[in-house]
């Protein structure tokens, strides 16, 4: 995408299903433009866990995100981060954001 404005790429937004024994890669693969992030439990019941690489679990996380709550990040282009749920087939909201050009 082009650049819009002062921004590197407009809003994006999806819903994932997330496995309860195999962790879900929210970020893209490799380096990306860095990005805003805020992810939110969209179930009624079940927590949804984060964490900075794969070998993320329900008893191994940074945070821990309870039903119909949310949370943010502004990460840095190299970091990654990576959902697993309290429940298999539990959602996840995501919406992106690029950051503002420093330049």
Sequence with gaps: MALIGRYHKMAQHRL???????PTRI???GTHGGMDLTLQNVNDSGYIYIGGDDTLSST???FRIMPNHSI???LPGTD???AIASA???NLAVIETGLESQD
């Design 16 to 22: 994932l299903q997330l496995s309860n024994t195999t």
């Design 27 to 29: 970020t893209p693969n």
């Design 60 to 62: 191994n996380y940074g």
């Design 72 to 74: 943010s990040f502004e």
């Design 80 to 82: 990654a981060m990576y």
């Design 88 to 90: 298999s087939n539990m």
